[in-house]
């Protein structure tokens, strides 16, 4: 019977001297201290918890990195320039850096760890992305697949972004969704209403996100959202706008389109929507309140498959048809795509094809 | 000066004659899936040799200073065991703190030297060849510079066969297993020159 206890006590002790061992250890070696964060040369200085990764870092901190693979090294969007501190390079990181990258100290901010003083460079625009709370003002039916969500911001209470721009929506936990999840939906409203924004949602059978706003989601929930991000925008010239999208994609063209409006841009414009039938049309009344406002906008919508519809008037075929007849060439011309991926690489390459340099052609691929 | 000279005998047996991965077939699953280049190998192997060293002085000293005293070498592999894991998570932590990149590069497999069988097999084999603590540190040392010396071989020797044709069934493991085989054919081949039990 000693002999029970004493083998009993002999492990014990072993064990916890090993254990008392590795928290010694840790303390010293997984303690870093306060740490220094500088952005962009002292125009804000944090003072964080060092040991994690700089990008959870600066999300406690209310400065949002885009970031689709939520910290996991897969996507490569987390990029921040480190200038100081940023320690070596890790393989982890070189797949996603371009060399010219990678001399100009752009590192993956969810790869390295603040371990000590630190000094990045962020685009200034970032301190503007802000994680919001927001409540479901309406939902309402724009076709029979799909869907605007209108949410009203509760916290902070206004938001700035660059029409054309997109937010990361937080799908909560539901049955078929064990863990939260982002997607990526543009914002279809104007930027003069910084008091709320309008997404355009379409049913995807099986879709984490579509499933839950469509099927769960109901008027004065509460849901959280972070943004703006993206560089799909309107840039500033005198060039003839053609902007072209299919589905879905008109969230952002219309938000480009509320911009033309309400700053009184006079440049030529052309709004090419295309869908498969009649019914899939929407934002047509908005379409026509856009038209009086600006006196240079055309709009040309097409649908691929009119005849099971009977009557229409439009014009016939896909997006690509009616650029194909309406541009001669490219000369002062710019174009705004948005859309499902195929389209936007066909229309990329007609209208190259047709002479507008690529760097003049913007598009938002939507998956 | 003669226990100090078979130490230095235990010692090179180890590394040659007697090589853990290429005569006793210990080690393999990191062997295999972490040589597909010099340099992972070879800090796989600094953390190996780091690892068996000091787990076999710390198996040594507890093993006959507290079980053998207190009659308890029945708990021997649960008491292996706990060493080793308790090392190489503070061998972790170290090299997390040191070197970043290594860090990176090692991966989930810098935590599996806990379960590397040649780490537990060499703790067990100074047992039961009767080593003393000199010769057992020795055969750690040994041990691991021998299994760092197999799986940088077997690194460089992957690293040049990425340009060459091998049959498709072949490649990745298959490839892989069959040099293994040469090369521990050829280390066997000095297994008679010493005796180290």
Not at chain 1, 13 to 40: K, M, P, Q, T
Not at chain 1, 244 to 249: D, E, I, Q, Y
């Given at each position: 019977?000693?002999?029970?206890?004493?083998?009993?006590?002999?492990?014990?002790?072993?064990?916890?001297?090993?254990?008392?061992?590795?928290?010694?250890?840790?303390?010293?070696?997984?303690?870093?201290?306060?740490?220094?964060?500088?952005?962009?040369?002292?125009?804000k200085e944090l003072t964080v918890q060092g040991g994690r990764t700089l990008l959870s870092t600066l999300m406690e901190?209310?400065?949002?990195?885009?970031?689709?693979?939520?910290?996991?090294?897969?996507?490569?969007?987390?990029?921040?320039?480190?200038?100081?501190?940023?320690?070596?390079?890790?393989?982890?990181?070189?797949?996603?850096?371009?060399?010219?990258?990678?001399?100009?100290?752009?590192?993956?901010?969810?790869?390295?760890?603040?371990?000590?003083?630190?000094?990045?460079?962020?685009?200034?625009?970032?301190?503007?992305?802000?994680?919001?709370?927001?409540?479901?003002?309406?939902?309402?039916?724009?076709?029979?697949?799909?869907?605007?969500?209108?949410?009203?911001?509760?916290?902070?209470?206004?938001?700035?972004?660059?029409?054309?721009?997109?937010?990361?929506?937080?799908?909560?936990?539901?049955?078929?969704?064990?863990?939260?999840?982002?997607?990526?939906?543009s914002i279809a409203s104007p930027s003069r209403e910084p008091n709320g924004i309008s997404l355009i949602v379409t049913r995807v059978p099986g879709g984490l996100a579509t499933t839950y706003i469509h099927e769960i989601l109901k008027e004065r929930d509460e849901v959280t959202f972070n943004g703006p991000y993206g560089d799909f925008y309107l840039r500033?010239?005198?060039?003839?706008?053609?902007?072209?999208?299919?589905?879905?994609?008109?969230?952002?063209?219309?938000?480009?389109?509320?911009?033309?409006?309400?700053?009184?841009?006079?440049?030529?414009?052309?709004?090419?929507?295309?869908?498969?039938?009649?019914?899939?049309?929407?934002?047509?009344?908005?379409?026509?309140?856009?038209?009086?406002?600006?006196?240079?906008?055309?709009?040309?919508?097409?649908l691929s498959r009119p005849e099971e519809e009977g009557r229409w008037e439009g014009e016939r075929g896909r997006v690509t048809n009616v650029l194909e007849k309406i541009i001669k060439d490219g000369a002062n011309k710019e174009a705004y795509l948005c859309g499902n991926p195929a389209m936007v690489e066909s229309c990329v390459e007609l209208l190259t094809k047709k002479g507008i340099p690529g760097e003049l052609i913007f598009y938002d691929k939507f998956g | 000066m003669e226990l100090g000279l078979s130490a230095f005998i235990v010692f090179f047996a180890a590394i040659f004659t007697n090589n853990i991965l290429l005569t006793n077939f210990l080690g393999m699953c990191s062997f295999l899936a972490i040589s597909r280049e010099v340099k992972a190998s070879l800090g796989l192997g600094l953390a190996v040799i780091f690892v068996m060293t000091c787990t076999s002085a710390l198996n040594y000293l507890v093993y006959h200073y507290l079980l053998v005293p207190l009659g308890l070498e029945h708990f021997r592999f649960i008491v292996f065991i706990i060493v080793i894991a308790a090392f190489v998570q503070l061998v972790e932590m170290v090299i997390e703190r040191s070197s970043p990149v290594l860090y990176v590069v090692l991966g989930i497999f810098l935590p599996l030297i806990t379960v590397n069988c040649a780490i537990l097999g060499v703790a067990l084999f100074m047992i039961i060849r009767n080593y003393t603590f000199l010769q057992s540190v020795a055969y750690g040392a040994g041990g691991g510079i021998g299994w760092t010396l197999a799986i940088v071989a077997m690194g460089g020797i992957r690293q040049k066969l990425k340009g060459a044709n091998i049959p498709k069934p072949l490649e990745g493991p298959g490839i892989t297993l069959i040099i293994a085989g040469l090369m521990a054919l050829a280390f066997i081949g000095f297994t008679g020159m010493i005796q180290i039990q």
């Open positions: 019977m000693d002999h029970f206890f004493l083998s009993l006590i002999a492990l014990s002790c072993l064990g916890a001297g090993l254990a008392l061992l590795l928290e010694v250890a840790d303390s010293y070696l997984g303690f870093y201290g306060e740490c220094e964060i500088d952005i962009n040369g002292g125009e901190q209310g400065i949002f990195i885009p970031s689709a693979c939520g910290g996991r090294g897969s996507c490569g969007y987390c990029k921040v320039k480190v200038t100081q501190g940023g320690g070596p390079l890790l393989p982890t990181e070189t797949p996603y850096l371009e060399p010219e990258e990678v001399k100009d100290n752009v590192r993956l901010s969810c790869q390295i760890k603040v371990r000590g003083d630190i000094e990045i460079e962020i685009p200034p625009e970032l301190f503007l992305i802000k994680e919001f709370r927001s409540r479901v003002e309406s939902l309402r039916d724009l076709t029979h697949e799909m869907k605007e969500l209108r949410l009203r911001l509760i916290e902070p209470d206004t938001i700035i972004f660059k029409p054309g721009q997109y937010i990361q929506f937080q799908v909560p936990e539901y049955e078929q969704c064990p863990e939260s999840v982002y997607r990526a939906y500033d010239s005198t060039r003839e706008i053609f902007l072209v999208a299919t589905g879905s994609g008109l969230a952002p063209i219309m938000s480009i389109l509320y911009q033309i409006a309400n700053d009184g841009i006079s440049r030529r414009t052309t709004l090419i929507f295309g869908a498969r039938h009649k019914k899939d049309l929407f934002y047509l009344e908005e379409m026509e309140a856009l038209k009086q406002k600006i006196p240079d906008l055309e709009v040309i919508l097409t | -």
